[in-house]
């Protein structure tokens, strides 16, 4: 099973959850255990996990990086922006970053863009092999993102950011601005929860992994082994570390969490990865389970969940939660997966 095809089902436009859940953890819940498949909602999580298990959840924070402008001549642009790129030098006070652009004439580098509050972006580069350019955003790029920037919603979202996504779209853990998505099992999570879970005895480590627009990138190849996914910046903290070399059950909070783990093998330090783990692709997994949400058919998400649980149990879990009405992908319900061994 190397076709992108292999991994797809049905979903109804109506399923595809346009809006969060009223109250965080009011999300319903799907766990998915051997053959069993049980519907619950997310509050019943702090009983399905081991007493001893460690959660690790990914304290990335989204950043506003859709950005819109005009060029001098009037033409519109619109950025995504993604991450710092320190191999192309920017003017003085200002900082180079590397990004996503649309406009309607081919973009050169020394062209300018004007945004909402009239500070100017500077192209550095024209494009990419991979389609994306070096801009240079003045001052503090995180500032001037908060100040012009907007929440960059999935597409299969059909509306405009909102004031309300500035807080909702990001998790409770976020504090570590970098993401151009949301880790979107934490969206769940709220402090009542953690202190539950905690109560428990279950430990909470975070790790870093700064989702970039890979994520969402299809499959463009006829065997999944071809493709090459986007890397994407992780930190793993040595609390963290330490913590998983006791040997404790290990539960990802999403796949993202569960990709840092599995590129770090749970290794204090910094890095980047472009790991892609797809069923029978011989990978030993550290994690033992998995929260997760409903991802997009055909997506590298769903084939890593696929990996982790099994093609033919995820597949039917995933039929199921369309027969049930669950909310699907980002703002959707949630599922809880084990490693089966």
């Known amino acids: 099973m190397f076709r992108p095809a292999d991994f797809t089902f049905d979903v109804p436009p109506a399923l595809i959850a346009q809006e969060p859940a009223a109250v965080r953890d009011r999300s319903r819940l799907l766990h998915v255990q051997h053959d069993s498949l049980t519907d619950l909602q997310f509050t019943d999580i702090v009983e399905l996990l081991p007493r001893d298990a460690i959660l690790v959840v990914n304290d990335t924070r989204v950043i506003p990086a859709r950005v819109l402008g005009k060029k001098p001549t009037g ?19 200002a900082a180079a970053w590397r990004a996503l652009a649309r406009a309607r004439r081919p973009i050169r580098a020394g062209q300018t863009m004007v945004v909402s509050d009239g500070t100017t972006i500077e192209f550095l580069t024209e494009r990419a092999e991979d389609g994306s350019i070096v801009v240079a955003l003045p001052g503090d790029p995180y500032a001037l993102l908060d100040r012009v920037g907007h929440i960059p919603l999935p597409r299969y979202i059909q509306r405009e950011d909102g004031a309300a996504d500035r807080e909702r779209y990001q998790t409770m853990f976020a ?9 979107t099992a934490g969206l769940h999570m709220t402090p009542a929860i953690a202190e539950q879970l905690t109560a428990r005895g279950i430990a909470i480590a975070s790790v870093t992994l700064h989702v970039g627009y890979g994520t969402f990138e299809p499959i463009r190849v006829d065997d999944i082994r071809e493709h090459h996914m986007h890397r994407e910046r992780y930190v793993i903290p040595e609390a963290t570390a330490a913590l998983i070399a006791t040997g404790r059950p ?25 790991l892609f783990i797809y069923p029978d692709a011989g990978h030993t997994f550290l994690v033992n389970h998995l929260i997760t949400n409903f991802h997009l058919p055909e997506s590298t998400l769903l084939m890593l969940v696929c990996a982790f649980a099994g093609t033919e149990r995820v597949l039917r879990a995933y039929r199921h939660a369309v027969a049930a009405q669950y909310r699907f992908f980002s703002y959707g319900d949630a599922m809880l997966v084990h490693r089966e061994v």
């Open 175 to 183: 504090t570590q601005p970098g993401a151009v998505a949301a880790p």
């Open 75 to 93: 033409g519109n642009v619109e950025l995504l922006v993604l991450e710092p790129e320190p191999a192309v030098s920017a003017p003085p006070g």
């Open 250 to 274: 290990i539960v990802a909070l999403g796949t993202t969490a569960l990709r840092a783990l599995e590129a770090s093998r749970g290794i204090a330090g910094t890095g980047s990865t472009d």
